[in-house]
């Protein structure tokens, strides 16, 4: 037995009256305007009817409002309330309608998932194909409603009847094909509980791989630059390709760190994402095969909890080309997942991590919810969702924030550090 006294708490409300009685749904569609609603129930509240569900959504001025009521005891009760319903929508210029039936809704099936597709733009095509995999799996799309128009058209659906992971890998290959992203999770308090979000830097967080940074001042980017690319395609072990570069920065005066975290551009919508996870109450960490010299600098201005990185040897203020201490790799970065995690005490299933390269794999494939950003493609195949538009805050539509919702807390907050919604 359960020993928590929520366990055992009984049920005492008395079962509603709606199990197997009779229905009515009411159907009101047409311009909105104030007083809809209302004038609908008055209407309906001369009869005596209990409320069994209801759902409004307001779509380019027009509104749909659908009310599910038990029906009244007589049929000629039943009479008078469809005429009463009619002359008033009538009046107000509304179309309605009433349907009969018994119960409720139907019970959502098992198998529960969101579905979050982001467009850019989102076409039509792209929709029906996806509706239809959904359908062809077995699953039902029970709701669908918009999280956001900007900087992407963002809709989440939430659908049952299929398993989470049968639904992902079905819709992944149709996203491809369709060239939109789709993101997959399971339902449930999990994904509302999520509570640490791990980040990879170079080409994630900012737009700079940081050791070209470095490089462009000791005058071999190029070279480096070819070699940071083998490694992020997967090609190159990451540890061998961190220390062929590192060395090629032996000599290199260390005060060029200032010019370097100068240097760094913050990917679009950086800001906002962490800003709107902050106040949401995440904690946010990032680790990166890059270096402390740059990481420490963000921690301070992001006000980051956790940060792991590499650390470029400094002797007589000169980088010898070597690092220090246990290095960040491809393994390292879920290790690194894994301590955080327990550091913030949240587990594993609760964290969110995002990465663009090949050393981010094990970290993504560690965390409750893997995003593939802007990714090599042997990264977006293996991670469990891939975003391929350049905002970094479309993350938060990922996990159910909505654009709305963004904008407020930042209208209650007052304005934002230096970076438009999703500009900069
Ligand atoms: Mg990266």
């Known amino acids: 037995m359960n020993a928590s006294p929520l366990a055992a708490e009984p049920h005492t409300a008395p079962q509603p009256r709606t199990e197997d009685g009779r229905t009515l749904l009411v159907k009101v569609f047409g311009k909105d305007r104030p007083g809809i609603t209302t004038g609908l129930f008055a209407t309906l509240a001369g009869y005596g009817l209990e409320v069994v569900d209801i759902e409004q959504v307001v779509t380019r001025g027009r509104i749909t409002l659908c009310a599910l009521v038990t029906a009244p005891d007589s049929p000629g009760a039943e009479g008078g309330l469809r005429a009463v319903v009619h002359r008033w929508a009538e009046e107000q210029k509304l179309q309605a309608e009433i349907l009969s039936g018994i119960g409720d809704n139907r019970p959502r099936r098992e198998g529960r998932s969101h579905v979050t597709v982001l467009g850019h733009p989102l076409t039509a095509s792209a929709v029906a194909a996806l509706t239809s995999r959904i359908t062809e799996s077995g699953g039902n799309i029970d709701r669908v409603f918009r999280l956001a128009k900007y900087p992407v058209t963002a809709v989440e659906l939430a659908v049952s009847g299929v398993a989470t992971e049968r639904l992902r890998a079905e819709l992944a290959l149709e996203a491809a094909t369709q060239r939109v992203d789709v993101a997959v999770v399971a339902a449930g308090l999990e994904r509302r509980a999520k509570r640490l979000v791990v980040m990879d830097v170079d080409s994630t967080l900012i737009q700079d791989e940081v050791i070209e940074l470095f490089a462009a001042h000791a005058g071999c980017e190029a070279e480096v630059a070819e070699v940071t690319a083998a ?194």
């Open 231 to 424: 490694a992020m395609r997967g090609e190159l072990d990451f540890a061998e390709s961190l220390h062929a570069r590192v060395a090629l920065l032996a000599g290199l005066d260390a005060s060029v760190t200032e010019k370097v975290r100068a240097e760094v551009r913050f990917t679009p919508g950086a800001r906002t994402l962490i800003r709107t996870l902050q106040r949401l109450g995440f904690q946010v960490a990032v680790v990166s095969g890059g270096f402390t010299q740059v990481t420490d600098h963000l921690v301070e201005q992001l006000g980051l909890d956790f940060a792991a990185a590499n650390t470029l040897e400094v002797v007589d203020g000169k980088f010898t080309g070597r690092v220090v201490g246990e290095i960040v790799d491809r393994a390292g970065k879920a290790r690194w997942l894994t301590r955080f995690a327990e550091q913030a005490k949240v587990p594993l299933e609760q964290t969110v991590a995002i990465g663009d390269g090949a050393n981010d794999l094990d970290m993504l494939n560690a965390a409750g919810l893997g995003v593939a950003f802007n990714a090599k493609p042997v990264v977006r195949q293996a991670a469990d969702t891939a975003v391929n538009v350049p905002f970094l805050d479309t993350v938060l539509y990922l996990l159910g924030i909505t654009r709305e919702e963004v904008e407020a807390a930042d209208v209650l907050d007052g304005p934002a550090d230096g970076e438009g919604p999703a500009a900069g």
